[in-house]
C-alpha cells in the first residue's frame, strides 16, 4: 500500500483547506488511517486518525472543534477538512496507516503507525 497525500496549499488564516489520502490499495477494515504534520526543526505532532471499521475519530487537542477527518469507502479515500486555519498550522502533513490495530484504540503515537505518505506543504498566512 502506498499513500499519496493532496490538497495542500496557502490559505489564509481563518480560511479553509481539505487534504485527501487515497492508499494505492485495499484499506482493510482493521486499518487506522491519520495525519501527523511536521514544522522544520520541530518534532512531528500528531493530527487527527480515523477507524476505518467504524470511522472512530481521534484529535489531537489544539485542532478540535476546527478539523474534521472522515472517511469515504467508495473512494477509498480519508479526507481532513481544516477550517478556522492559524498560521500555527503550517507544516507539511503526511498521511498514515497503521496496518494491524487488533482493535486497539486510535493513537497519537508515531511508532505505530507503519506506512507513512510523502507529505502535503499546508502555508497559513496571516
Known amino acids: 500500500v502506498q499513500l499519496q497525500a493532496s490538497g495542500g496549499g496557502l490559505a489564509q488564516a481563518g480560511g479553509s483547506l481539505r487534504l485527501s489520502c487515497a492508499p494505492s490499495g485495499q484499506i482493510l477494515s482493521n486499518y487506522h488511517i491519520g ?3 511536521q ?3 520541530k518534532a512531528r505532532e500528531f493530527v487527527a486518525a480515523i477507524t476505518w471499521r467504524e470511522g472512530s475519530t481521534y484529535y489531537t487537542d489544539s485542532v478540535k472543534g476546527r478539523f474534521t477527518i472522515s472517511r469515504d469507502a467508495a473512494k477509498n479515500t480519508v479526507y ?3 477550517n478556522s486555519l ?3 498550522d503550517t507544516a507539511v502533513y ?3 496507516v497503521r496496518q494491524n490495530s487488533r482493535n486497539a484504540p486510535l493513537s497519537a503515537t508515531g511508532a505505530l503507525y507503519d506506512l507513512w505518505g510523502q507529505g502535503t506543504q499546508v502555508t497559513v498566512s496571516s
Open 35 to 37: 495525519w501527523f504534520r
Open 39 to 41: 514544522v522544520p526543526g
Open 80 to 82: 481532513l477538512q481544516m
Open 86 to 88: 492559524k498560521p500555527e
Open 94 to 96: 503526511s498521511c498514515v
